[in-house]
């Protein structure tokens, strides 16, 4: 039933508690899972930048994900499933949904909010926004 979960990381709390979640139901389904990053677009402003500010920025944000892959993969040693990772660039919401729909993910499972709290009262969540467009069942964790 659930045999391919995606699963959308940010280095939170949240979002190690949904991996968590993830593993279990693979575990029991014999499924597998796919810990998604998503990295922001940068500013249309520092692609032209002369100083090579986009590249840093995008090499900072690329080890971040990377730290924050291992990180999950590694409180998920215990699980005997398999974990693929994948990080993309765009908006975190439309890029799962996208990934979701395109790759026929049959879950997907999310923390209720990320590293922006503040930001996700005053524009709406991802998982809000999750929830409401993507193509399948999504389990959010709490």
């Keep these: 039933m659930y045999r391919k979960i995606l699963v959308p990381v940010d280095g939170s709390d949240k979002s190690f508690k949904a991996a968590h979640h993830a593993a279990k139901i693979a575990e029991k389904m014999d499924g597998k899972i796919t810990l998604f990053h998503v990295l922001p677009q940068p500013p249309s402003y520092y692609m032209r930048s002369v100083d090579n500010i986009h590249q840093i920025i995008l090499h900072e944000a690329e080890k971040y994900a990377t730290e924050v892959m291992q ?36 879950l997907i499972v999310i923390g209720s909010r990320g590293l922006g709290e503040l930001a996700g009262y005053i524009m709406g969540s991802v998982s ?12 959010v964790v709490r």
């Design 71 to 106: 990180a999950t993969k590694e409180q998920l040693a215990g699980f005997p499933i398999t974990i693929e990772c994948q990080t993309v660039i765009g908006h975190a919401a439309d890029e799962i949904c996208r990934k979701a729909r395109e790759e026929n993910f049959d």
């Design 128 to 139: 809000n926004r999750v929830v409401r467009h993507a193509p399948c069942p999504v389990l």
